[in-house]
């Protein structure tokens, strides 16, 4: 079992930043790949970024150029930094982690608000 714990959502204006933050505990060692994924009200969760255990990285075209992942092996922690935020971009944002075997484990989500 992997647990996977979010931080650094909150409130920001139109044009700001945000870093989130996911902290993997538990059977970390088979972890693959990690990332993030959103869900705004009355949408379907959608990827927002991923990056591989060696650091290869894929991005949602709503978020190129602005947001970018990294990953941190060492401190099982994943982040997500948020530039330019759009309104638009406002949604609850869940850590995802796959395991080489396929299982997928997710974080209980932390909010963004962009909003003036």
């Known amino acids: 079992q992997v647990q996977l714990v979010e931080s650094g959502g909150g409130l920001v204006q139109p044009g700001g930043s945000l870093r989130l933050s996911c902290a993997a505990s538990g059977s970390t060692l088979s972890i693959n790949g990690m990332g993030w994924y959103r869900q705004a009200p009355g949408k379907e969760r959608e990827l927002v970024a991923r990056i591989s255990r060696g650091g290869s990285t894929n991005y949602a075209d709503a978020v190129k150029g602005r947001f970018a992942i990294s990953r941190d092996n060492a401190k099982n922690t994943v982040y997500l930094q948020m530039n330019s935020l759009k309104p638009e971009d406002t949604a609850v944002y869940y850590c995802?982690?796959?395991?080489?075997?396929?299982?997928?484990?997710w974080g209980q989500g932390t909010q963004v608000t962009v909003s003036s």
């Open positions: 995802n982690a796959a395991k080489f075997s396929g299982a997928n484990f």
